[in-house]
DNA sequence: AGTGGCTCAATT
DNA sequence: AATTGAGCCACT
């Protein structure tokens, strides 16, 4: 059997080279890609049914030579056919458990290597030394905020031996929003944010899919719940954790709350007339029981960010609140649910129901490609007819998207999607942080005692791939970082999706799967448009930059040479300015860059 | 149930 | 650095 006649199965299940319909026993999904294949098809099926769950195919193995080459870095093994044989090794080894095994096979696949136990002791102790000496280096503050920093630290290490597949960037954070030492209140009256366990940045727009996911692997579904703003925030789905529309007004909204806390909402499920926010009278800083009106609002701000989602046809998510008294939509229980993403087709400004002053208005239309949380449907919506909105009549300010919107519906594709390019993220991954470890910080990152320290921290952000110091970085979604130039020229002439032929017949199309250099992640979404992380960026420029100043020492670690570095520039989308002086990760992005390393050794 | 007051995080 | 906000708990 040659490789050429290596088909999987089409949509409906039958397999393309023998045209039979396997059964499920005779079915072999793919690990990495999703698709099944017809065992008895395959060239070389894999020995034991146990590794089913993890088998990759000839596609994600490197088998055919359809997949881009994964250009992995000295020292960190392959992946495919090896992965495989290790994974093969841990099904066979009888003194571990099930929950053993699947640990380890987790570990495998977040490019970690297979470990006895032992060694993971001892991994664990080179972490934890690793970030001491890190730290040592880095604080010139006083002991106790060592110490605290210190014991936070090794909490992450902990948790990360076991627990987080992915390095993501705030992981020092407890899974649960926490009550710090000055809050009176305890529960989640004036609690911190846990961990946020997706890796989206804060300003990302439209739904949470997969490779932002690393714990599930599988994005926030529609329908999903949640207890509380916490939580909710922590799934990425709306961050902040009071205001109803988490939005910027040069950039546009991301998401909104449907929580009746404006009584001029109106809900009809698949649409929605909302509320901007302001006008109230927050002086007595209770933000339930002051609702009345006291101001007009204006569309600045959260609305201006609304209406700018609204001009340009971003997808806005969309979550609705138990404590939504007026709406049939709202879930039951105290809860909060995703409902999936609308759009703003229209906004303008009328008088409140309150009689005496203006609010903002806006009209939103489901736009998903997952069904309402409340239908039977089997399908997402599809573009519908704008609702008749009586009170248009009385409207003043009307504002309409005349341009194309960004998210649309394909007719072709039978589903909707960016028709223009997602705008690019102005934020930084999960860089959420205490005020307390924020202050400490800074202050040592401007201390100007550490020049020699800046110098050996440098070398920390490596790329993994020319193994300079980054020009560009940009962090994959598992937490690798590379320079962007050196990233996408690994991938250089792959398109996301590739079609198949057999015979001079044109198959459907298939996702082309892009492994990090790193580890066996899929990361072709994010390749389409990768993000500079600006805050990686800025500490390596303010590093470089106090090093001349200080120009004591010479460091022999070179810029990427790459071609292609020159013409990129950090985007600070709307205006080009140098980066402000917002130094705040530090020692988080250098932690990052560095487990990343010492995992993968 | 009504309400006082606190605290977090983000935008400006 | 200041302002804002469709939360949240506990007390009456």
Known sequence: MTRDTQFPCDPAGVCMRCKSTPPPEESLTCGTCVTPWHVSCLSSPPETLESTLQWLCPDCSGETDALPVSGVAPGYGSVGSDLVVAIHEIEADNSLSAEEKAKKRQQLLSGKAVVDEDDEEEKKRKDTMWAQRLLEMFLEVDGTGKSQLLARLSKRV???????????????????????????????????????????????????????????????????????????????????????????????????????????????????????????????RNLRTNSVQGFDQKFEKSNEALRLSCKLGYPVRVVRSSKDMHSA????????????????????????????????????????????????????????????????????????????????????????????????????????????????????????????????????FKCQICQQVMTNPVTTPCAHNFCKACLVSKFAGKTLMRERSRGGRTLRAQKNVMKCPCCPTDI?????????????????????NQEEEDNTEHVDEGECSGTSHEEETLPVSGDAKQPKKRIKLDIDATVSATVVESDMK
């Not at 994010?526 to 993000?531: A, R, S």
Request: net charge neutral; proline share 7%; hydrophobic share 30%.
């Open 158 to 284: 902990d948790a990360s031996t076991s627990k987080v597949v992915h390095v993501i960037s705030n992981e020092d954070r407890p899974d649960k929003a926490f009550t710090t030492d000055r809050a009176k209140k305890l529960g989640n009256a004036n609690a911190s944010s846990g961990k946020i366990f997706v890796t989206i940045p804060r300003d990302h727009f439209g739904p949470i899919t997969a490779e932002y996911d690393p714990v599930r692997n599988q994005g926030v579904l529609v329908g999903e719940s949640w207890k509380g703003r916490h939580t909710a925030r922590q799934w990425g789905v709306h961050f902040p954790l009071v205001s109803g529309i988490a939005g910027q007004a040069s950039y546009g909204a991301q998401s909104v709350v449907l929580a009746g806390g404006y009584e001029d909402d109106e809900d009809h499920g698949e649409w929605f007339l909302y509320t901007g926010s302001g006008g109230r009278d927050l002086s007595t």
């Open 329 to 460: 939509y709202a879930p039951e229980g105290e809860l909060l649910r995703y409902d999936g993403v609308y759009r703003i087709e229209k906004c303008w400004i009328k008088v409140g129901v309150q009689g005496s002053y203006k609010v903002c208005r806006f009209l939103f239309i489901r736009c998903d490609n997952e069904p309402a949380p409340w239908t039977s449907d089997e399908h997402g919506d599809r573009p519908r007819p704008l609702p008749i909105v009586p009170e248009l009549n009385m409207a003043t300010n009307l504002f309409e998207r005349k341009e194309s919107p960004s998210w649309d519906f394909d007719e072709g594709e039978g589903r909707w999607r960016w028709m223009k390019p997602p705008p690019a993220s102005r934020k930084p991954v999960n860089n959420v942080k205490d005020p307390e470890e924020r202050k400490i910080l800074r202050k040592a990152m401007t201390s100007t005692h550490s020049n020699t320290m800046r110098a050996r921290l440098l070398k920390e």
């Open 524 to 544: 072709a979404e994010f390749i389409q448009n990768p993000q500079v992380n600006r805050e990686v960026a800025e500490v390596i420029e303010k590093l470089k």
